[in-house]
């Protein structure tokens, strides 16, 4: 058996793979696959012609095509297989661009990569971005940001590539008149870290119906799905959230996803860039102490999501169902498509 928690793939400095795992066997042979179609592993076909053998629990492997994304199949020589892929897509014009896949449900199965993306605005792309998006067979894409954000920033793959767009706004912060400030360029929050917290768990109270319309159109045939906002945090992040939940990934897997974001984006950059653009409601330089809590993620807030649904629903079962509008027979349309 192979430890999940420690299987991962990154990109070297050099743009090759770097695949590490773990087996509960210490020192056994492990055979190493490369596709760029996840489906011939999830089919449980021929894996082809393994790229090497190894009793190590490493292995750097050269990049055969950039403009291609790959995926890794392990199989033990017990038998055992684990299939991987980058968490975060090697993208020049999105810091934030995720795959889903690989996280572990709590009976036992495993969210499919290729499957399932989160990002942040996709304005920014370069054209060899675009291209390598283009070749993920994304067919759904789900905007939550407002139609001002939309309009000045519009999603676009090329004209080559026309996935369904949606358009879903969620106006976070919509109780303070948050974005009315921000378009102003004002940031008029004195605690910024309980405001984070209220603004998630409005995404609760105001803004299920534009989540419930992602599920309604993931449904509606075999979707590859791309969910974004402006920063891919915390608008994408309680969407995210919502689908790792639904197909049965523990909060505290949740919680980690969340976090990554931290990783990805440039948060002392953008605390540079913003504390020179925007202002509180004295007419004086927002300060950090106000930006940090607002530009990073900590776990409180989308646990604040979770509490809140605890609050309002009898069971996780009440709220999918009257919320967002999932019966057993949907989410288990959802599992056998999205699962293995």
């Known amino acids: 058996m192979f430890d999940l928690t420690a299987c991962h793939v990154e990109r070297t400095h050099d743009h090759k793979y770097l695949i590490r795992w773990r087996s509960f066997h210490a020192g056994q042979k492990v055979a190493v696959y490369m596709s760029d179609n996840p489906d011939q592993y999830y089919s449980g076909g021929d894996p082809g012609t393994p790229l090497l053998h190894t009793s190590g629990e490493e292995a750097v492997i050269d990049n055969p095509d950039e403009a291609v994304r790959h ?8 038998g055992e297989g684990v299939i991987l892929a980058e968490r975060k897509l090697s993208l020049q014009g999105t810091p934030n661009f995720r795959d889903l896949g690989g996280y572990e449900t709590e009976d ?16 920014s792309l370069t054209d060899i971005d675009m291209h390598y998006v283009r070749r993920l067979g994304v067919t759904l ?24 767009l949606a358009s879903l706004p969620v106006a976070p912060g919509s109780s303070h008149n948050f974005i009315e ?18 603004m998630n768990r409005d995404f609760v109270i105001s803004q299920l119906p534009q989540y ?17 906002c402006a ?3 915390d608008r994408t992040g309680f969407g995210a959230a919502l689908i790792l939940d639904v197909l049965g990934v523990s909060e505290d897997a949740i919680t980690d996803d969340y ?12 605390i540079e860039r913003l504390s020179g653009q925007f202002s509180d409601h004295t007419g004086e330089a927002v300060s950090e102490d106000i930006l940090r809590p607002m530009l990073e993620l900590r776990p ?10 605890r609050k309002r629903y009898e069971s996780k079962q009440h709220f999918f169902e009257s919320a967002l509008d999932l019966d057993d027979f949907r989410i288990e349309q959802l599992k056998d498509r999205y699962l293995h």
């Open 71 to 78: 995926y890794f199949y392990l199989e033990s020589e017990h």
């Open 108 to 123: 036992g199965r495993r969210l499919k990569w290729g499957k399932l993306y989160r990002s942040s605005k996709l304005s």
């Open 141 to 164: 894409i789900c905007d939550f940001r407002q139609v001002m954000e939309q309009e000045l920033e519009p999603t676009s793959l090329g004209e080559q590539h026309t996935p369904l």
């Open 181 to 198: 400030n921000l378009h102003n360029g004002i940031i008029a929050v004195s605690d910024a870290a309980g405001f984070m917290e209220e």
């Open 212 to 228: 419930a319309e992602m599920f309604r159109l993931l449904l509606a045939g075999d979707q590859q799905l791309l969910i974004h």
């Open 231 to 233: 920063s891919g945090k």
């Open 259 to 270: 976090l990554l974001t931290n990783k990805y984006l440039p948060v002392e950059q953008e």
């Open 300 to 309: 409180e807030y989308i646990r604040a999501c979770f509490e809140e649904i």
